[in-house]
C-alpha cells in the first residue's frame, strides 16, 4: 500500500499513468524520471461530478448491500473501534466533533435505498445526533467492572445495520470513572476501510479542538465525496462491451490468470462445512520476533520483492504442506486509492484481487517467491477490476457456503497509522476483538514495535470460522507459519518440502504416543483362541444356526475330527483349502478344522464365475474343497471336492491336532487365511495373512469392544470378505455365541427380525446396512461395530445414543482392521487410534511424518501386516 500511495501521487500530479510494474523495475528517482511523460495518462480526472437523480453504488458496496439484504444486517461486515480516554474530557464538544466528522465525509450520512430493485446512495442532511444507537449519548459503567464495558463494546460491535434507512456508524460514549472515558463506534463496511481509520480519527481531532475553543473546524475541504467516485468508477473503468476499455483489457487478464482455479481450496477442517455460514469466528494472536522479521526484510531485498510478497509466498507455502494442494488462491487488499483526491476520504475504496500460486514440495521458496512477485505485479497491473464485477463475469458456481474465488484471505497492514489526539486528554486504542469470519482463515499481519527493544516486528492474528476450525487446529497453523519463516529466514532457496513444521511435542505425538509403537500385542497360532475358550467354559453356546446350537466343546471336537480328515487329504502349513460355503455352522467348523490342520483357509463364492473361482484355486495350488449339502462348486478342476455333511467323522479323534499329527510344524509365520479382492484391475488378488497377528487381533476385540461372555454376536458378512473372520474372532475371544444370520437375511426388515429375535447383542454390519434396520425394534443390540465404508455422522447421532458404538477401519492387507475409534452422536467420525500391536503412521510424499490434521498417506506396520500378496 505504500507503493499504492506513491502511485497515486505520482500519477496525479504528473498526469501519467505509471504500473507497479515500473516502480519495481525503476525503483530510483532517476531512473523513473526517464519512463516518465508528463500528461499522458488519459485517465478521466476524478473531479466532483454532476448527480444525477439516483446515485448508483460503487461495485464493491453493491456486494455488500446484497449481503446485508439477503442475510438480515447480520454484523459480519462491521467494523468496530473503540478508544480508551482519560483526562478532562469536554463531551459537548466530543459529540459535536462526531457530528462534524460525518457532516465533512458523505458516506457516513449516507443511506442505501431500494428504488425500483435497484440499490442507490442517498445522502442525508447533516445534523446533530446521527450516529448515536438511541437514547443517552453517554452510558456511565462501573471502572471496576471491566466485563461489563467490553459487554457494551461486544453489544456495540453486533449492532445489525439497516442500511436502507441508517447511516453506517454509530457511537457511544462509556464514562467508566472519573476523567475515564470509552469512546466506542462502528462503521459498516459498506461506507469504511481500513485506510479510512487515518482520516477519520484526524479530524476527530481537529474538530475536537475547534470545538472546545467554542469554533467550528477550518479544515480543507475535501476534493471529492464518495459519491462523486461512484459515478467517476463506473466512466473510468469504460463499458465491457467495448473490447479497447481499461474494464475489458483487465478482465481479460483475469479470465485468463483464474481459469480452472478450484471452486473451493481443500482445507484440513474439523468439521464438514455448512451448508451457509454462521460468519462466527475466533481467532488466534500471531507474531514474528524482531530477528525474524528483519530477516524477512532481508529477504524481500534479496528478491527485489516487498514483505508483503514474502508473508504472502510463506502462507502459499504453509497451505501446501497443510494438504491444500499444489494450486493455492489467496485473497489480499489493494488500497483502490488510485487517485490523489481519494486519500484524506471516509469510504470503501478498497479492492480484492486474487493472487494464484501453483507450488509444490520440490520447489525452492525463492522459486515461490519468484513466482508470487510476478503474480503479485500482474495483478497490481490489473487492479481497477473491482472483485464484485470480477465475480459476476467469471460466474464461478454459486454457493452460499463459501466465498467465491477465495476462502482464505492474507493482509499486511501498512497503512498510515493513525494519529489520535483530543486536546487536554490522553488517548489510545483499545483491542477490539470481533467474533466474526468473513473467510475461512483471515491473517492479519502489521508491524509493531516490540514491547521491550522497541524494535520493528510483526504481530497480528488468525481469525478463523468456528464452523469449520477447533481453535488447536489453528494453534497448529500459526505454529506451522512460525516455522516456515524460520526456514526461509535461515535459507531463502529452502525446497518447500524439507520445510519441517512438527516441533518436538508434536513429532513426539505423532511418532509415539499416536503411532501404537512398542505396543506390544499377543502373538500365537489361532487354533490357540478356541482352545481357550473350550477351556474356560466347554458348555458355553458358541455356534448358533437356528434351530442347531454348538457348544464350545462341540465345536472343539467336530473341528478336530475334521481337521484330521484334511491332513489326510494333504491339508498342511502353506497348503491351502478352498472352502465353498455359504454363512452356516458347518463354516464356521471348517474354518477351524482348516487352521487346526495348518492349512490355509481359502473363501470361494459358489456363484461367482467358474474361470473366477479357477483362478482363486488355481492361485494359491489349492489342495481340495469343502462344501455342504451337496451344491455344486464349478471351476474346481481336478481337485477332491468333500462335502462335510456327507462325512463320517464319527471314526476320527476328537483330541486336539498337534504338530505331531500334522505334515509339518506350524509356526506363527505360516499363512492363516487368504483374502482375494477384485483388485485395481478386476482380477482377482489374494492376500494371505499369517498367524502372527490373529491372537492379537482377537485380543483387540475383546479389549476394545467390551463384548462380556455369554453374549451373543451376529454372523452376516458374507464368507469371502474378511469382516467374517472379525466376526468368529471377536466371538471366540470374547466367549460369546455366534448368531447365524439365514441367506436371505442380509440387510432391512429381514435381518431386524433376526437380531432381535436371536437376541443378538453386538454385530459388525456396515453403515448402509445399519440404515435399513429397524432401531426401534434394536434396543437389544448394545454393541455396534461399523467399517467396510465411511460411517456418516447422520447415521452415528441416530444410533450411537444408549449403546456403545465403534468404526473399525482395515484394508485387507492387515489382519482384518488397523484402526478403531468409539463414536459419539455429534462428534467426527475418525478411523481412530491403532489397534495394539499395529504402528500406524501418516506420512507426506517425502516419508516425513505429516503434522497433525494434514493429509497424507497412512503406512501400517507390525504382526498384523499381512504377509503378502499371492
Not at 280 to 305: F, M, Q, S, T, Y
Request: proline share 6%.
Amino acid at each position: 500500500m505504500s507503493a499504492m500511495r506513491l502511485l497515486a501521487a505520482v500519477n496525479s500530479h504528473l498526469d501519467v499513468d505509471m504500473g507497479v510494474r515500473t516502480l519495481f523495475d525503476a525503483p530510483t528517482v532517476a531512473q523513473l524520471a526517464l519512463r516518465l511523460v508528463s500528461g499522458s495518462s488519459g485517465r478521466r480526472p476524478l473531479v466532483p461530478q454532476q448527480r444525477p437523480d439516483i446515485i448508483p453504488l460503487s461495485y464493491a458496496q453493491q456486494r455488500l448491500w446484497f449481503l446485508n439484504r439477503f442475510e438480515g444486517g447480520v454484523a459480519t461486515y462491521n467494523m468496530p473501534i473503540a478508544f480508551r480516554i482519560n483526562g478532562a474530557l469536554d463531551l459537548g464538544a466530543l459529540e459535536s466533533a462526531l457530528d462534524d466528522v460525518i457532516d465533512r465525509h458523505e458516506s457516513l450520512r449516507t443511506v442505501f435505498p431500494d428504488i425500483d430493485g435497484v440499490p442507490s446512495q442517498k445522502v442525508l442532511p447533516a445534523q446533530p445526533g446521527l450516529w448515536r444507537r438511541g437514547g443517552a449519548a453517554v452510558v456511565a459503567v462501573a471502572a471496576d467492572q471491566e466485563d461489563a464495558v467490553m459487554r457494551e463494546l461486544v453489544a456495540l460491535a453486533g449492532y445489525r445495520f439497516d442500511l436502507a434507512t441508517e447511516i453506517p456508524i454509530r457511537a457511544q460514549i462509556y464514562s467508566v470513572g472519573p476523567d475515564q472515558y470509552i469512546l466506542g463506534i462502528v462503521l459498516h463496511h459498506i461506507a469504511f476501510d481500513g485506510w479510512s481509520m487515518a482520516p477519520m480519527v484526524k479530524d476527530v481531532g481537529v474538530a475536537y479542538a475547534a470545538r472546545c475553543a467554542g469554533q467550528v473546524p477550518a479544515w480543507t475541504p475535501l476534493p471529492v465525496q464518495y459519491a462523486d467516485y461512484s459515478l467517476w468508477q463506473r466512466e473510468h473503468l469504460g463499458d465491457l462491451e467495448d473490447s479497447g476499455s481499461r474494464i475489458a483489457e483487465q478482465l481479460s487478464y483475469w479470465r485468463k490468470e483464474l481459469a480452472g482455479l478450484p471452486e473451493v481450496v481443500s482445507l484440513p477442517t474439523d468439521r464438514p462445512r455448512p451448508p451457509a455460514p454462521s460468519y462466527r469466528g475466533d481467532g488466534v494472536d500471531l507474531r514474528i520476533d524482531p530477528d525474524a522479521w528483519a530477516g524477512i526484510k532481508a529477504v524481500a531485498a534479496e528478491h527485489n520483492v516487498t514483505t508483503s510478497m514474502v508473508l504472502q509466498a510463506v502462507m502459499s507455502v504453509v497451505l501446501h504442506r497443510a494438504g491444500v494442494g499444489e494450486d493455492i488462491a489467496l485473497g489480499t487488499p489493494i488500497a483502490g486509492r488510485n487517485d490523489q483526491a481519494l486519500q484524506e476520504l471516509v469510504g470503501f475504496f478498497v479492492n480484492t484481487w486474487v493472487l494464484r500460486v501453483g507450488l509444490n514440495s520440490q520447489q525452492r521458496f525463492s522459486d515461490v517467491l519468484d513466482q508470487v512477485r510476478q503474480k503479485a505485479l500482474d495483478g497490481y497491473s490489473n487492479q481497477d477490476v473491482p472483485f464484485e464485477l470480477l465475480v459476476e463475469q467469471l460466474n464461478p458456481t454459486r454457493s452460499t457456503s463459501h466465498h467465491p474465488l477465495f476462502q482464505v484471505a492474507l493482509v499486511f497492514q501498512n497503512n498510515v497509522r493513525p494519529e489520535v489526539a483530543l486536546e487536554g486528554a490522553g488517548i489510545e486504542p483499545m483491542s477490539m476483538v470481533t467474533r466474526t469470519a468473513k473467510f475461512d482463515l483471515d491473517v492479519d499481519i502489521r508491524e509493531v514495535p516490540d514491547e521491550l527493544s522497541g524494535a520493528p516486528m510483526a504481530a497480528g492474528v488468525l481469525t478463523y470460522a468456528t464452523d469449520l476450525f477447533d481453535r488447536s487446529t489453528i494453534e497448529r497453523l500459526v505454529g506451522w507459519f512460525g516455522k516456515v519463516v524460520s526456514a526461509v529466514v535461515a535459507d531463502s532457496s529452502v525446497v518447500v518440502g524439507e520445510v519441517g513444521l512438527l516441533d518436538d511435542a508434536e513429532r513426539n505425538l505423532v511418532l509415539h504416543q499416536w503411532s501404537g509403537a512398542g505396543i506390544d500385542a499377543q502373538v500365537g497360532l489361532a487354533p490357540e483362541l478356541l482352545a481357550t475358550a473350550v477351556a474356560a467354559d466347554p458348555d458355553a453356546l458358541a455356534v448358533v444356526d437356528h434351530p442347531r446350537e454348538y457348544t464350545y466343546r462341540q465345536l472343539d471336537e467336530i473341528s478336530n475330527r475334521l481337521a484330521r480328515v484334511l491332513i489326510e487329504a494333504g491339508v498342511g502349513p502353506e497348503r491351502a483349502v478352498g472352502v465353498a460355503m455359504g454363512r452356516s455352522a458347518e463354516l464356521v467348523i471348517a474354518w477351524w478344522a482348516v487352521l487346526k490342520a495348518g492349512g490355509v483357509y481359502v473363501p470361494v463364492d459358489r456363484t461367482h464365475p467358474a474361470e473366477r473361482i479357477a483362478t482363486v484355486l488355481d492361485t494359491v495350488e489349492a489342495v481340495c474343497v469343502l462344501t455342504r449339502g451337496g451344491d455344486p462348486v464349478a471351476g474346481t478342476g481336478a481337485r477332491p471336492v468333500i462335502d462335510v455333511e456327507a462325512l463320517d467323522l464319527s471314526s476320527r479323534s476328537a483330541e486336539p491336532v498337534a504338530d505331531a499329527d500334522r505334515l509339518a510344524p506350524l509356526t506363527i509365520d505360516d499363512a492363516a487365511y487368504a483374502i482375494f479382492t477384485s483388485g485395481s484391475t478386476g482380477t482377482p488378488k489374494g492376500v494371505a495373512i499369517s498367524h502372527a497377528g490373529v491372537l492379537g487381533v482377537a485380543a483387540a476385540h475383546r479389549e476394545l469392544f467390551g463384548v462380556t461372555p455369554g453374549a451373543r454376536v451376529l454372523m452376516v458378512a458374507a464368507p469371502t470378505f474378511d469382516a467374517s473372520v472379525f466376526e468368529w474372532l471377536w466371538a471366540v475371544a470374547s466367549r460369546a455365541a455366534l448368531v447365524v444370520a439365514p441367506p436371505d437375511s442380509y440387510a432391512g426388515d429381514a435381518l431386524t427380525a433376526v437380531i432381535e429375535g436371536q437376541r443378538v447383542e453386538a454385530a459388525l454390519i456396515t453403515p448402509t446396512v445399519v440404515a435399513t434396520l429397524d432401531r426401534s425394534r434394536l434396543s437389544g443390540l448394545t454393541t455396534l461395530v461399523t467399517g467396510g465404508e465411511a460411517c456418516p455422522a447422520e447415521l452415528v447421532a441416530a444410533w450411537a445414543p444408549g449403546r456403545r458404538m465403534f468404526n473399525a477401519y482395515g484394508p485387507t492387507e492387515v489382519t482384518i482392521w488397523a484402526t478403531w475409534s468409539a463414536l459419539s452422536a455429534g462428534q467426527p467420525v475418525r478411523i481412530g487410534a491403532p489397534v495394539p500391536g499395529t504402528c500406524a503412521l501418516v506420512l507426506d510424499a517425502r516419508l516425513n511424518p505429516a503434522p497433525v490434521g494434514v493429509v497424507g498417506e497412512l503406512y501400517l506396520a507390525g504382526p498384523v501386516l499381512a504377509r503378502g500378496y499371492v
